[in-house]
């Protein structure tokens, strides 16, 4: 049907003066001259999205800076949604009078000078295209997609930007994934470490454990404290303790404790939350059920880890990855435009991961290699023409020593062996029955197993540690050490961040009651001790006392009443984030430990590694401003 005559039907008049057309790529752009003198056709099986614009005359009671407009969004074969439906002050009407394939919607605007067109997209496959250097891309981004700057990165001065794969290029599914390797460690610890075999009747809560809580061997307690290290949640096993005995065991010692190994473990990855889960399991089991596991808390654990180990040194975790990835590791289309766009910008790419050459040429095959026509990816080498050095079998985090010797060895992808080895003995493969097909390789990417840091700068040829940005999910594995001992500038990959965002613009209003709540209850605390202080002196008559008293015992009431609602609410929010643990960057008040971990070591923060993509590749990354408390009622915006 031709444009006009769709837009007559909806009983649309006027003249055009604005229009912007959203095609796919393969569709040469077209004029508002040819839709006037033309029935535009479009092919079976395409999908097309146009925004026309229509400007009517000022009226004499609008202000000559004012245009009253309508937008009218035209799909054919596709009706999706817009991030238009999200503006406020815009009103959709869905105008379609049929069933048919073409659908015509409008939107009514008041707006003053500008007129704001969006993209409508035509499928999920097209979120591939909307990187920052694409036509689609510079817009305003999502808050849960944004990078956040703890200190300021220039990054016209990066030459080479390296990532890490497991947990960041590589987004693992905990419902499959961290269910698959507590499988397998329960089975470890029965089979191997003579455990009780009701062990293997246990399941896994992939949702109840969060990074940055602390594991205390000696007690069985799991902890999670602010930045002074103050434990402000404690569980043991899956018992909650009390705020009595947290004070009597971490709050009365004289010497404040570290909380660090050897006594205490950290969860600071997704990978040991299966781990802490098995651990809290197996505290519980213990105390309710006496002399089935002789072992104390301490071993327990070391049990516990000693198992984690095997999986993977056994390879049971990733010979079932290898076997089917998409049903345990997260698709993302954005990873290969984002790479793609940092090449062109001039700067060198590198990965270094701990997973040896075999297991990472089918993870990387998954996320960047080409798609067969049943989606899934053959297994190739194809995505190695994304990175100039591709280092694998890396040993972090002792990689980041120069003073640590490793031998530097070449690999050759197509028979997996190492070639300056003295016998060429290849290393054993994840699957023997998986066979590379013979192709010629993109030598402009060189693969490595071991090394240092030092052999990575002299094949980058790095001249300082200022000009990487290393991009990972391990705050002490990929981030303390590349940041504290190199220098490197450094991005953390946080995937629950998103969430955490989201729902915090959400509860922001919820935030200002509880932050009301709080003055009051400074309010009436300062009125108590105001007249507490009056009460202890002489002087006071007998009447001035009882009517003194009554305020009293009235404020104090008050103050109780408050309290409790105080507490009630700061619950409630808690648990909005996380039913045990909160809210992952705070406790109460104050920045949690993982929190002030993040702010300490790594330059940039945010929830997906793709989330580069929708930067400028020489975008300067600016901190927001730090304020001291005295600062916050007198500058704060």
Not at 113 to 136: I, Y
């Amino acid at each position: 049907m031709p444009l006009l005559e769709c837009l007559q039907k909806q009983g649309v008049s006027g003249s055009i003066r604005g229009l912007q057309l959203v095609l796919p790529l393969d569709i040469p752009r077209l004029t508002g001259k040819w839709l006037y003198n033309s029935k535009m056709r479009i092919a079976k099986g395409r999908s097309l999205s146009l925004c026309v614009s229509l400007f009517s005359s000022p009226s004499p009671s609008t202000s000559s800076t004012s245009l009253s407009s309508r937008i009218l969004h035209f799909h054919s074969r596709c009706f999706s949604s817009s991030i238009s439906d999200q503006v406020p002050g815009r009103r959709k009407v869905d105008c379609s009078r049929d069933s048919s394939d073409n659908q015509l919607y409008t939107s009514n605007i008041m707006d003053s000078k500008t007129m704001q067109f969006e993209k409508t997209s035509s499928s999920e496959g097209d979120k591939s295209l909307c990187v920052w250097s694409s036509p689609e891309g510079g817009r305003k981004i999502d808050i849960g997609k944004q990078i956040f700057c703890n200190r300021s990165l220039n990054m016209r001065n990066i030459v080479a930007v390296g990532f890490d794969m497991d947990y960041t290029l590589a987004q693992y599914k905990p419902e499959t994934f961290e269910s698959l390797a507590y499988e397998g460690t329960v089975k470890k610890l029965v089979n191997d470490l003579g455990y009780p075999i009701e062990l293997l009747e246990w399941s896994f809560d992939w949702t109840y454990m969060v990074r940055g809580l602390v594991l205390d061997k000696k007690r069985g307690n799991i902890l999670k404290m602010d930045r002074h290290k103050y434990v402000k949640v404690a569980y043991h096993g899956f018992r909650e303790l009390s705020k009595e005995d947290k004070v009597a065991t971490y709050g009365s010692t004289l010497i404040r404790d570290s909380f660090d190994e050897p006594e205490y473990a950290l969860i600071d990855t997704l990978f040991s939350l299966a781990e802490a889960y098995l651990f809290a399991q197996l505290v519980d089991f213990k105390d309710n059920n006496p002399g089935k596991i002789p072992a104390d808390y301490s071993r327990m654990y070391k049990d516990v880890r000693a198992a984690v180990d095997l999986c993977h040194r056994d390879g049971t975790l990733k010979k079932m990855v290898a076997k089917d990835p998409k049903r345990y590791i997260n698709e993302d289309a954005s990873i290969v435009p984002m790479l793609k766009m940092l090449r062109d910008s001039g700067r060198a790419t590198f990965l270094v991961t701990n997973s040896l050459w075999d297991y990472t040429n089918i993870v990387m095959n998954f996320l960047c290699g080409p798609r067969e026509v049943d989606g899934c990816s053959a297994l190739s080498f194809d995505w190695l023409k994304y990175f100039d050095i591709v280092i694998t079998g890396s040993a972090k985090p002792s990689f980041f020593h120069d003073e640590n010797r490793a031998n530097l060895f070449e690999v050759d992808p197509e028979s997996g062996m190492l070639l300056n080895t003295d016998n060429g003995t290849p290393m054993p493969r994840v699957d023997s029955s998986l066979r590379l097909p013979l192709k010629s390789l993109d030598k402009s990417c060189q693969v490595f197993q071991g090394g240092n840091v030092g052999h990575l700068h002299k094949l980058l040829s790095i001249e300082s540690s200022s000009q990487v940005l290393y991009v990972g999910d391990h705050i002490y594995g990929d981030i303390l050490r590349s940041k504290k001992v190199l220098g490197w500038r450094t991005m953390l990959v946080v995937p629950e961040l998103e969430n955490e965002v989201e729902l915090l613009w959400t509860l922001r209003d919820t935030r200002k009651k509880l932050q009301l709540l709080r003055n009051e209850r400074d309010h009436i605390e300062d009125e108590i001790h105001h007249l507490k202080w009056y009460l202890r002196f002489d002087g006071v008559n007998v009447v001035n006392k009882e009517e003194l008293l009554a305020e009293l015992a009235k404020l104090q009431s008050q103050q109780e009443q408050v309290r409790l609602s105080h507490q009630e609410a700061q619950r409630e929010c808690h648990q909005k984030f996380h039913k045990v643990w909160g809210q992952l960057l705070k406790t109460g008040y104050q920045n949690s430990r993982f929190a002030h971990q993040v702010e300490r070591f790594a330059c940039l923060y945010t929830s997906q590694v793709t989330n580069l993509s929708l930067y400028s590749p020489d975008k300067y990354y600016r901190p927001s401003e730090d304020f001291m408390p005295h600062e916050f009622d007198i500058l704060a915006l």
